[in-house]
């Protein structure tokens, strides 16, 4: 295991983010740690016990378990869209979802695939994770792609479908979403994560949270997406989970336009977090939780999630350990759009939840900023997989 300059967060100061290593493995082992960059090279079969004799073998094993996807939510203040090229290894899905804040309109285009019709890139310099298949019904194809260019800045997203005519399954519009994120540390932070299921099993994630500009098409009506007001999220996501596979997360983000002035400004640029519960070992140390204002990140200790009402009520995410230092977090998550997937005779195989909706609540960083959340959209998700 990699040595860390994270302080501990029992002593109620801020954890920083430590520079990246070279490698995501090695010497055969993970470098568990959390991580204010990019990781060149993304190469978890390089674990050790994965070369010397039979080694093609454990290594296809070792894939067939990883869990990869690069996935993005963006949009505005009145649209938001998440995105994916997923890959479970026995099934594979591309997905594109919009839904309009307000009125709670929500248009779906997705398909799951066999896994060999998509590419889920393994590192974000000079690489693409894509799809594409015949849309359902065979008129024209669904295609997602997302270019990594993260050391020129920039991210971009490409994703079309024909649309569907009313089959007795309803109608669905033409899809058109094109555009850039702007990744460069004038204008977004990263935080990357590797983080351990076990000694040799990990997570490993690079979410940043960044100015996005482009166009949404949806049917005949056309959405400029311009970057002062809009906003995009890349979650670059390879875990070799246990069975089955289970968390809990929620993220919401908005641009509020300007420079980075500021804790309490009117020109923060974006502000967002992500709060998850999943099953990495020594949660207080090892999370993903944090928040972005501008281009810093602010680390946050654990958390657990309370569905008092079940997952279409409202949701609290609440500090995992009463007291613990890092910030504190008191999180509300009210869905009014439904949205969940599940695979298997009573949900044997997937039992996928995700809503979207409104945030309510506060969170306080270590260093004493107060983010409060009203007004804040996005999604959330209840997730429990045997694929």
């Given at each position: 295991?990699?040595?860390?300059?994270?302080?501990?967060?029992?002593?109620?100061?801020?954890?920083?983010?430590?520079?990246?290593?070279?490698?995501?493995?090695?010497?055969?082992?993970?470098?568990?740690?959390?991580?204010?960059?990019?990781?060149?090279?993304?190469?978890?079969?390089?674990?050790?016990?994965?070369?010397?004799?039979?080694?093609?073998?454990?290594?296809?094993?070792?894939?067939?378990?990883?869990?990869?996807?690069?996935?993005?939510?963006?949009?505005?203040?009145?649209?938001?869209?998440?995105?994916?090229?997923?890959?479970?290894?026995?099934?594979?899905?591309?997905?594109?979802?919009?839904?309009?804040?307000?009125?709670?309109?929500?248009?779906?285009?997705?398909?799951?695939?066999?896994?060999?019709?998509?590419?889920?890139?393994?590192?974000?310099?000079?690489?693409?994770?894509?799809?594409?298949?015949?849309?359902?019904?065979?008129?024209?194809?669904?295609?997602?792609?997302?270019?990594?260019?993260?050391?020129?800045?920039?991210?971009?997203?490409?994703?079309?479908?024909?649309?569907?005519?009313?089959?007795?399954?309803?109608?669905?519009?033409?899809?058109?979403?094109?555009?850039?994120?702007?990744?460069?540390?004038?204008?977004?932070?990263?935080?990357?994560?590797?983080?351990?299921?076990?000694?040799?099993?990990a997570l490993y994630s690079d979410k940043v949270?960044?100015?996005?500009?482009?166009?949404?098409?949806?049917?005949?009506?056309?959405?400029?997406?311009?970057?002062?007001?809009?906003?995009?999220?890349?979650?670059?996501?390879?875990?070799?989970?246990?069975?089955?596979?289970?968390?809990?997360?929620?993220?919401?983000?908005?641009?509020?336009?300007?420079?980075?002035?500021?804790?309490?400004?009117?020109?923060?640029?974006?502000?967002?977090?992500?709060?998850?519960?999943?099953?990495?070992?020594a949660p207080e140390r090892f999370n993903e939780?944090?928040?972005?204002?501008?281009?810093?990140?602010?680390?946050?200790?654990?958390?657990?999630?309370?569905?008092?009402?079940?997952?279409?009520?409202?949701?609290?995410?609440?500090?995992?350990?009463?007291?613990?230092?890092?910030?504190?977090?008191?999180?509300?998550?009210?869905?009014?759009?439904?949205?969940?997937?599940?695979?298997?005779?009573?949900?044997?195989?997937?039992?996928?939840?995700?809503?979207?909706?409104?945030?309510?609540?506060?969170?306080?960083?270590?260093?004493?900023?107060?983010?409060?959340l009203d007004g804040f959209f996005g999604v959330?998700?209840?997730?429990?997989?045997?694929?």
């Amino acid at each position: 295991m990699s040595t860390s300059a994270e302080t501990d967060p029992r002593a109620g100061h801020a954890r920083r983010l430590d520079p990246p290593p070279t490698a995501l493995v090695e010497d055969g082992r993970y470098r568990f740690g959390s991580y204010d960059g990019p990781i060149a090279l993304i190469n978890p079969l390089d674990v050790a016990g994965t070369s010397g004799w039979g080694a093609r073998v454990r290594r296809a094993a070792r894939d067939l378990r990883m869990k990869e996807w690069e996935a993005f939510q963006l949009g505005n203040d009145e649209w938001f869209v998440l995105g994916a090229v997923y890959n479970a290894k026995l099934i594979a899905l591309l997905q594109v979802l919009a839904v309009h804040k307000q009125t709670g309109r929500i248009h779906r285009w997705e398909k799951k695939v066999p896994p060999t019709e998509v590419s889920v890139a393994r590192g974000l310099d000079g690489t693409r994770s894509h799809g594409r298949t015949k849309a359902p019904g065979g008129e024209g194809e669904f295609s997602v792609a997302i270019g990594n260019d993260v050391s020129e800045g920039r991210l971009t997203v490409d994703a079309s479908h024909p649309g569907r005519a009313d089959r007795g399954s309803g109608s669905l519009p033409a899809l058109e979403l094109h555009g850039v994120g702007d990744c460069g540390p004038q204008q977004a932070a990263h935080q990357v994560i590797c983080h351990p299921f076990s000694h040799d099993r990990a997570l490993y994630s690079d979410k940043v949270m960044m100015p996005f500009a482009g166009t949404l098409r949806i049917g005949d009506e056309l959405i400029e997406l311009e970057q002062q007001s809009s906003f995009m999220i890349l979650d670059d996501h390879h875990g070799e989970y246990p069975s089955p596979m289970v968390y809990d997360w929620v993220t919401g983000i908005r641009n509020e336009g300007g420079a980075d002035d500021g804790p309490g400004s009117d020109g923060r640029g974006i502000v967002g977090f992500n709060l998850t519960d999943n099953q990495v070992r020594a949660p207080e140390r090892f999370n993903e939780n944090a928040v972005w204002i501008g281009t810093r990140v602010h680390r946050l200790p654990a958390v657990h999630f309370e569905r008092p009402d079940d997952v279409h009520g409202r949701w609290r995410v609440r500090n995992a350990a009463a007291g613990a230092g890092g910030g504190r977090i008191d999180v509300g998550f009210t869905p009014t759009v439904r949205s969940e997937m599940h695979v298997g005779p009573r949900h044997a195989l997937a039992e996928y939840y995700a809503p979207y909706g409104w945030f309510d609540g506060s969170i306080t960083t270590a260093e004493g900023l107060v983010i409060e959340l009203d007004g804040f959209f996005g999604v959330g998700e209840q997730k429990h997989m045997r694929l």
